[in-house]
C-alpha cells in the first residue's frame, strides 16, 4: 500500500527544512573566528569585563578557551598593569572614561592598551582579541580572586535563559549584517555548556618578570612536561580552628604533596590554594589531595614563597571538615 501524498509531501518538506537549516548552520559558522579556531584546535581569545553590582571600576580578564582540552583559563590583569610609559590600566580606563563618558567604550579603550602590553610581553604570537563579553559577578572583598569569579560567572551565564534569547537576538542581527562577531559569542557559550567546573583556569597576571612565562603556558596548545617531581606546599592556616593546618598537611601528604612549612596567616572565610610557580596543575592536585570541597585553585605566581604551592585555609574548611567533608587521615 502506498503511503498518502500528502504524507510523502510533508517528509520531503521536513527533509528539506533539516538540509536548509544545515546549510544555514554551515554559512553562518563560515567566517566564524570561534568555530574555525575549534577546527583548528587553536586558542581563542576573548576579553572579559567583570563588573561587581555597584562598583565604580570593572575588573579586566584576558578569557583563553583551549577547544583541544575543553579548558577556559581566565587570566586577571590588576588596576596596577603597567601599560605604555607610566600609565596604568586603571588610570588608562579613567581617563578614557572622562574623555568619553561612556563605560563601554572606555572599557574598550583600556583592553586594546592592554592588548599591546601584552603582545610585548607575550613569547607566543598573540593578536589582540576582537571578542568581548561583559559579565556580573559578586562584590569582591580583598580575600576574593578576581579570576576566580569571572571564570564562574562567564560558566553560569550559559544556564541563563535570558543570556541566551540576548545572543540569539545578537547573532540574528550580526548575520544580517554579515558581522559574525555575536556567533562567536554564541557558540562560545555553547562550548562553555560542555566544559566542566574542574577545567576552568584561573590567575592573576604577575610583574613582568614572570609575565613572559605564564602568558605563553597560557596561550600555547602545548602543555608544559612535567618534571616528576613531587608538588612542594606551604599551609598557612587563617580559619580560626587550632590544629587545622596539621590535619590539612597530613592529607596534603597522602596525597603526595610534600608540605615544607606551616604557619598562620589572617583570618580568612575561603580557602585557597595559590599556584606559585605558574603550574596550574600543581594547585589543582594539591586542591583535590586536601580533600576539602569549597577549595578554589588559582595561579598567583611568587618565587618568593619558594614553594610551588601555598595553601591558604579559611572557615569553609574548618567546617567541610566538621561535617566530613573530607576523611580523617
Not at 18 to 46: D, I, T, Y
Amino acid at each position: 500500500m502506498e503511503p498518502p501524498r500528502r504524507a510523502v509531501t510533508a517528509e520531503r518538506a521536513l527533509a528539506a527544512a533539516a538540509l536548509a537549516a544545515c546549510l544555514g548552520a554551515a554559512w553562518a559558522e563560515h567566517g566564524s573566528e570561534f568555530a574555525a579556531r575549534v577546527r583548528q584546535a587553536k586558542p581563542w581569545p576573548a576579553w572579559v569585563e567583570a563588573r561587581p553590582p555597584g562598583a565604580a571600576l570593572p575588573s579586566f580578564h584576558l578569557a583563553v578557551y583551549d577547544p583541544m582540552r575543553r579548558r577556559l583559563s581566565v587570566l586577571h590583569l590588576p588596576g596596577e598593569t603597567r601599560l605604555e610609559g607610566r600609565r596604568t590600566l586603571e588610570r588608562a580606563y579613567r581617563e578614557a572614561l572622562k574623555a568619553s563618558g561612556d563605560p563601554s567604550s572606555a572599557a574598550r579603550a583600556a583592553e586594546d592598551l592592554a592588548g599591546r602590553r601584552l603582545s610585548e610581553l607575550s613569547p607566543e604570537s598573540f593578536a589582540a582579541p576582537t571578542a568581548r563579553l561583559l559579565v556580573v559577578v559578586p562584590a569582591l572583598s580583598n580575600e576574593d580572586e578576581p579570576a576566580l569569579e569571572a571564570a564562574r560567572a562567564l560558566k553560569d551565564r550559559a544556564r541563563s535563559l535570558r543570556v541566551w534569547l540576548g545572543l540569539l537576538g545578537q547573532t540574528g542581527r550580526g548575520l544580517l549584517r554579515a558581522d559574525r562577531s555575536g556567533l562567536d559569542l554564541f557558540l562560545f557559550a555553547l562550548e562553555m555548556r560542555r566544559v566542566p567546573v574542574e577545567r576552568l583556569e584561573s590567575a592573576r597576571l604577575p610583574g613582568d618578570a614572570a609575565a613572559a612565562s605564564l602568558l605563553g603556558r597560557l596561550l600555547s596548545n602545548d602543555l608544559p612536561p612535567s618534571d616528576g617531581k613531587a608538588t612542594t606546599a606551604e599551609v598557612l592556616n587563617g580559619s580560626g580552628k587550632v590544629g587545622l593546618a596539621s590535619r590539612a598537611s597530613k592529607m596534603l601528604r597522602l596525597g603526595g604533596v610534600d608540605v615544607m612549612a606551616m604557619g598562620a596567616a589572617r583570618e580568612r572565610a575561603r580557602t585557597l590554594v595559590y599556584d606559585r610557580v605558574g603550574d596550574f596543575r600543581r594547585a589543582a592536585g594539591a586542591r583535590e589531595a586536601l580533600g576539602c570541597p569549597p577549595a578554589r585553585a588559582v595561579t598567583r605566581v611568587d618565587p618568593s614563597r619558594a614553594v610551588d604551592v601555598s595553601v591558604e585555609l579559611g572557615r569553609d574548611c574548618a567546617e567541610a571538615f566538621e561535617r566530613g567533608g573530607a576523611a580523617e587521615p
